[in-house]
């Protein structure tokens, strides 16, 4: 049987709402099937060696042991792996899907193109361990990795170009122009990230006081809700249910982006009002993009993944402005505090944000993200570890030395955050096992379509 490129009305199960339309969909779960087991073989690796660096803390001899493969060597493969692993191959899951790349021609490309990324991370995660580095965080290319990652990058904008070529005839105006703008703004990214990984070009950070400004807070964080208020069109046919309220959602990203434009980018101290202030404005964000994601209509796999990432949303954008506060970030700042943010934004709220992202994606095929254990381990884990961090970093605000110095309360810190990093990955494990029964699934029905 031969399943070709077509058209596909679906109806909603809820009564009442008008039929949507999925464009060519065809016998294309193989593509988002392998994104994402090569995101969660990443995840599993990089939580491995996240696990390492936190017996490391713990006790620091085994540095003896290790060497030349200490800590140093282990934080940018843990960190770069998480970052262009584990959070960037659903994201490019979502590009294949969105410009329609897992069809017709092109799907057959897709799999080089995955193996091509991970390949590139592969030998990124050599060098790391192998000492070379920028020193940047997260921008650690040097040598061939810094040519190879952007060649991956490259290799996946061919892709959605000839995707993007080949769906033309049956693309909406509308839908040509935001896919077509997407590519050019893609095609700099190579570029810029061989660029930015010059050690001799720094980003913009405060002189006063060596953190962020709350302006480059806010257009970064304007960047988090732009991604979110555009992923629903792509995941979705975009035309279901409410969309006033999706209308709203927009002139208050467009009102906010303009007010971020006027507050400019000069490097000023955390302790003007203006510059809490309007961080602050994205406080109106916690209730909006519930709203705006309830104006969807979603695959019944994601709903708890949904509630989940909305609820670290929920968690994170208040905290995240709190820790800007004057006084406090005076506190926290470089602290084991930091570290929990960082945790809560990327292992709580980005990852699952990435899961539901790649459940929607994967229909039926998201069962591998349903087990309860790993569902609650994860988040339980994650939560505890944040607090654990927060509360590290604010005996380390007040003496400098609580982190350093080994003692009762340090270690037992430690030693707990040790014991919730083996839950996180084995939560992770679980999860790579059954994408990996998924894969063989819809390997063996490709076969057998294709016989
Ligand atoms: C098995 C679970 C994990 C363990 C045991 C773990 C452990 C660690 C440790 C020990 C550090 C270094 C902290 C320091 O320098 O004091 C760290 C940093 C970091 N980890 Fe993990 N990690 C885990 C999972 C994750 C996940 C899932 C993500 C992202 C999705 C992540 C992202 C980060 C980031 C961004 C940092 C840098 C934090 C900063 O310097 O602000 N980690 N992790």
Known sequence: MSLSRSTVVLRSENAGLKPFRISNVAPRPNAIALASWHSLAWLVFANAVGVLIAAL??????????????????MPVHIDLQLYGWCSLPLVGFLLRAYGADAGWTAA????????????????????????????????????????????????????????AASWSVERTIGRWVKGIGLVALFAIPLLIYVAASPNLYPPINPDSGGPTGASQLESTLVIVAVLLFLPLGLTSGRQRRSSSRVFCWLVFAAETLLCLGLGRADVSHHRPVQFMSLASLLVWLPLIPMYYAGFMWHPNTKRWRIAFLAWWVVLVPTGWSLFLPGVLDHFKFTDGLVGHSLLAMAGFVSSLLIFVMVQML???????????????WHLSVLAYVAIMFIAGWHEGTNPTFNILPGAARNGIYALRLLLGVLIFLASLDWLIDANTMLREKEAEAAGVTA
């Open 363 to 377: 229909g039926n095929d998201g069962w591998i993200f349903n087990g309860t254990w790993s569902f609650y381990v």
């Open 109 to 164: 490309w897709c799999r080089p193109v995955l193996w091509i990324w991970s390949t590139a991370l592969g030998v990124g995660a050599l060098s790391w361990i192998t000492g070379h580095s920028s020193g940047k965080l997260f921008l650690d290319w040097v040598g061939y990795p810094r040519v190879l990652f952007p060649l991956a990058l490259m290799a996946l904008w061919a892709l959605l170009v000839a995707a993007f």
């Open 57 to 74: 803390l713990l006790m620091p001899r085994i540095n003896t042991l290790l060497t030349p493969w200490t800590y140093g060597r282990w």
